[in-house]
T-cell receptor, first 114, second 114 residues
Framework: AQKITQTQPGMFVQEKEAVTLDCTYD???????LFWYKQPSSGEMIFLIY??????QNATEGRYSLNFQKARKSANLVISASQLGDSAMYFC???????????FGKGTKLTVNP | GAGVSQTPSNKVTEKGKYVELRCDPI?????LYWYRQSLGQGPEFLIY????????DSGLPNDRFFAVRPEGSVSTLKIQRTERGDSAVYLC????????????FGEGSRLTVL
């Protein structure tokens, strides 16, 4: 069975600083994908970044980067130059190859302080 | 609009009543998903449609839950004999043929069973 663990219920960061949100996963599958979603107070889940298990390079999307350490089964999200609008819940998720089911963690609430 | 649309945004009902939640996916997206998000948790998979058929309904908690997508576009999640434990936000998502297969979510339908 797949499992996502996000150990930080809440994180605080000063505006313009970088922050790392932790995510570890458990799976016996060899091929899988890892995702990060942002959920602002409106409730809509917004896709941020994707990392395939066979990708050798860490994924980057603008201010978001994914620190993928396959041997440790971790997929931490790094947000650089935090902005007030980054305040939201952040969810890590995974999906095995051949499955359409996304498994989510419990999320981390990020608060960006001015 | 161009995004996933869900109605109603809020639904309050009494225990034992029947409820329908509607999802209108992004035009052209053949894959449609329903997730349920309880307070303080990440979304949990319910069902996945590819076109008109339910390709994976392994997440439906019991036979009180049913979903249809008769014309391969709009989907309806139906809950019979509602229980207080059904109270949650029901999220709908759709996906196209993007490389990562990321999901595009609606803002959800918040169901409260009194």
């Amino acid at each position: 069975a797949q499992k996502i663990t996000q150990t930080q219920p809440g994180m605080f960061v000063q505006e313009k600083e970088a922050v790392t949100l932790d995510c570890t996963y458990d799976t016996s599958d060899q091929s899988y994908g890892l995702f990060w979603y942002k959920q602002p107070s409106s409730g809509e889940m917004i896709f941020l970044i994707y990392q395939g298990s066979y990708d050798e390079q860490n994924a980057t999307e603008g201010r978001y980067s994914l620190n993928f350490q396959k041997a440790r089964k971790s997929a931490n999200l790094v947000i650089s130059a935090s902005q007030l609008g980054d305040s939201a819940m952040y969810f890590c998720a995974m999906r095995s190859s051949g499955s359409e089911k996304l498994v989510f963690g419990k999320g981390t609430k990020l608060t960006v302080n001015p | 609009g161009a995004g996933v649309s869900q109605t109603p945004s809020n639904k309050v009902t009494e225990k034992g009543k029947y409820v329908e939640l509607r999802c209108d996916p992004i035009s052209g997206h053949t894959a449609l998903y329903w997730y349920r998000q309880s307070l303080g948790q990440g979304p949990e998979f319910l069902i996945y449609f590819q076109g008109t058929g339910a390709a994976d309904d392994s997440g439906l908690p019991n036979d009180r839950f049913f979903a249809v997508r008769p014309e391969g576009s709009v989907s309806t999640l139906k809950i019979q004999r509602t229980e207080r434990g059904d109270s949650a936000v029901y999220l709908c998502a759709s996906s196209g043929t993007g490389f990562t297969g990321e999901l595009f979510f609606g803002e959800g339908s918040r169901l409260t069973v009194l």
